[in-house]
């Protein structure tokens, strides 16, 4: 038998990018590689890329330009990029990096074994459909393959919100969510293999619809058929979008047990005026609003969000309307962007802020996240939280899990194994995390 080829994935941006490259080196896994940690020593590299911030396109072409002399050593290395950047703009980087053998957009990632075989013969391949099959169903889970008590699964991709700044409708498609039963049989393989803890991912993951047995299920009818599943003790889901959040998804909130009290809701910003040249179709009062629904049905639910400044056309008040709506809400933790334009949506032809000054606005409004996200985790100090161990610690005897807040804990002395769910009290507040002890 031959040695296994082995394949380098460095994924970018977000979660779902992760997941993405997981079935990327599963489907891979049959043509015959093993993942490495190193590019060295890689027959094939693949980067998964995010086109969502600054500059993405320009990072891609850097990093593929490091891998020139590997190429020239070892002629037989494949190079492919995958991801959004491979979506938006394929042909150019086919065109402008003749080192790139294969490209292919986050909808085609079942055809990688024909298009790996196709770039092993020499040709270069290049696919950005959006095909009608149904890329998850011919991307099954490699069987028995052990995994971390926190997994990933994608329940929706796509978004028809069109955030005026925004590339994902373009790079991801149209809205699309996969029908209950898949989701469900993923689950329960995730859960006989040591998962504990899934987070449902969608680029508007409460706006799901995915067909179940009478009819489509809402985000949160999934949420209990998956509360049935034994063996699996919590779910979170991420990225919601404010409009999208239905009554029965805060009432989840309230009644259902193995539902984290973490909800990630950006608002991007607070001034009515730029919500609406960003096409969010909300009001910073219907967001305000909207939280305090959600806190009445789970009081102790911690608040994460995404912000842009300097949007186009954003003045010195608008900005202190996005302040204003933060020291509302009170945030457990939050993203925070300058914007960057993206060409080919709406907001990139129109007149820009300052540099100067979105840098400042930026660095002001990180200055109070930071300040909140801090002031959220001190008051957890002699609480009492669950927390899934997920690996050692860096100390002897310590071991690191999240808690059900999502806050990263420590506990010194501990004689839980990963994967393992305990009752813990906070003792401290460090930067990052939180330290604690085990409740017997
Ligand atoms: N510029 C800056 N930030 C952006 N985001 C999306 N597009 C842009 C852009 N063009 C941010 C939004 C979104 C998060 C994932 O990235 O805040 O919620
Ligand atoms: Fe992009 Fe989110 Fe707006 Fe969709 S809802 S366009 S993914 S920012």
């Excluded at 806050?407 to 009752?423: F, K, T």
Aim: glycine letters at 8%; hydrophobic letters at 35%.
């Amino acid at each position: 038998m031959s040695a296994p080829k082995k394949l380098f994935i460095k994924t970018y941006g977000c979660q779902m990018n992760v997941y993405d490259s997981e079935r990327m080196s599963e489907a891979l896994g049959g043509q015959g590689y093993v993942e490495t940690k190193s590019a060295d020593d890689a027959d094939m590299i693949l980067l998964n890329t995010c086109h969502i911030r600054e500059k993405a396109a320009e990072k891609v072409y850097s990093e593929l330009g490091r891998f020139k002399k590997l190429k020239a050593k070892k002629p037989d290395l494949k190079i492919g990029v995958a991801g959004c950047v491979a979506q938006a703009e394929g042909q150019e980087i086919m065109r402008r990096q003749p080192l790139v053998d294969l490209v292919v957009g986050p909808q085609s990632y079942h055809r990688l074994p024909e298009m790996e075989e196709k770039a092993r013969s020499g040709e270069k391949v290049l696919d950005t459909d959006f095909p009608e099959e149904d890329k998850f169903e011919k991307l099954k889970r490699r069987p028995m393959a052990k995994r971390g008590p926190a997994a990933f699964l994608t329940v929706q991709e796509g978004c028809d919100k069109f955030c005026a700044f925004c590339v994902v409708p373009y790079t991801r498609g149209a809205e699309v969510s996969r029908p209950a039963d898949r989701i469900l049989t993923e689950a329960r393989d995730l859960v006989e293999r040591g998962v504990r803890e899934i987070t449902l991912l969608g680029q508007n993951v409460n706006a799901y619809h995915g067909a179940g047995a009478n009819g489509d299920l809402t985000l949160a009818q999934l949420i209990w058929e998956l509360d049935k599943v034994d063996g699996l003790e919590r779910i979170r889901f991420t990225t919601s979008h404010p409009n999208d959040m239905m009554d029965d998804l805060i009432e989840a909130h309230a009644s259902c047990k193995k539902l984290m009290p973490y909800l990630h809701l950006p608002v991007q910003a607070g001034s009515d005026k730029i919500l609406k040249r960003m096409n969010r179709s909300h009001t910073a009062e219907s967001y305000l609003r909207l939280i305090e629904r959600i806190r009445a049905a789970r009081p102790d639910i911690l608040i994460s969000g995404d912000f842009i400044v300097g949007f186009p056309e954003e003045t010195e008040a608008d900005f202190q309307a996005t302040l204003d709506l933060v020291e509302e809400v009170k945030y457990g933790t939050a993203y925070s962007f300058k914007y960057s334009t993206r060409p080919g949506t709406p907001a990139a032809e129109r007149p820009q802020v300052d540099p100067a000054e979105a840098d400042d606005r930026l660095q002001r409004l990180q200055a109070l996240l930071t300040r909140q996200q801090r002031e959220i985790q001190d008051s957890m100090v002699g609480r009492e939280v669950g927390v899934l161990f997920e690996k050692p610690g860096r100390q002897a005897g310590q071991m690191l899990g999240k808690s059900d807040y999502l806050h990263a804990v420590h506990v010194a002395d501990c004689d839980r194994e990963i994967g393992d769910l305990a009752r813990v009290r906070i003792v401290s507040s460090r930067t990052n995390s939180l330290a604690g002890e085990l409740i017997e």
